[in-house]
């Protein structure tokens, strides 16, 4: 389990176990429905505090194959839907807070370096046997273990949208 890779249920079990939580596992049933299909590229957007850093949180919990979510899962609403176990713990799940390398980056290539280490770093952890994963390339990194390990990866990028709000004046980035 790392940071990036595979992180695990533990954010979403801090959601579940909050006082105020509202079910919104019927967006994992609707992207097991699109997986495989030309729909798989799935954008959530909404207005800020609508939820959609818990969102992603809850399809990391989900996707991830480094931990068992049965339990996190089994009385929510995905639970009664046909695709539950098929999707359940069952991808490399890399997800990435976009927000989180913009306030330690000056510039876009910066900040899309900063992101590329950090993940290659945690692959080449994950899978040492590989024979080359690319230090510099993360595309290339994961089509090799993909092409060794047949692994697919569920890929979530949280706050995407804070390059436009905290670059409104610098169209180049």
């Not at 510099?136 to 089509?143: G, K, L, P, R, V």
């Not at 569920?154 to 169209?171: G, S």
Request: charged share 30%; with cysteine.
């Amino acid at each position: 389990m790392g940071i990036y890779l595979n992180p695990g249920s533990g954010k979403f079990e801090e959601a579940l176990n909050s006082e105020i939580y509202v079910d919104k596992s019927g967006l994992i049933a609707y992207t097991n429905k699109v997986f495989g299909t030309k729909q798989k590229y799935v954008c959530v957007s909404r207005p800020r505090r609508f939820g959609k850093s818990m969102a992603a949180e809850m399809l990391s919990a989900y996707y991830d194959r480094s931990v068992d979510s049965t339990d996190l899962f089994d009385h929510l609403k995905i639970s009664e839907d046909a695709s539950y176990e098929k999707y359940r713990n069952q991808y490399d799940v890399i997800k990435a807070n976009i927000q989180e390398f913009l306030s330690r980056t000056h510039t876009m290539t910066e900040l899309l370096n900063r992101l590329s280490r950090f993940l290659l770093k945690e692959l080449i952890r994950e899978y040492p046997d590989v024979d080359y994963l690319d230090d510099t390339d993360m595309t290339q990194s994961i089509e090799d273990i993909y092409a060794k390990y047949g692994r697919k990866f569920v890929i979530i990028i949280d706050e995407w949208d804070c390059v436009f709000r905290e670059y409104k004046e610098k169209h180049e980035a």
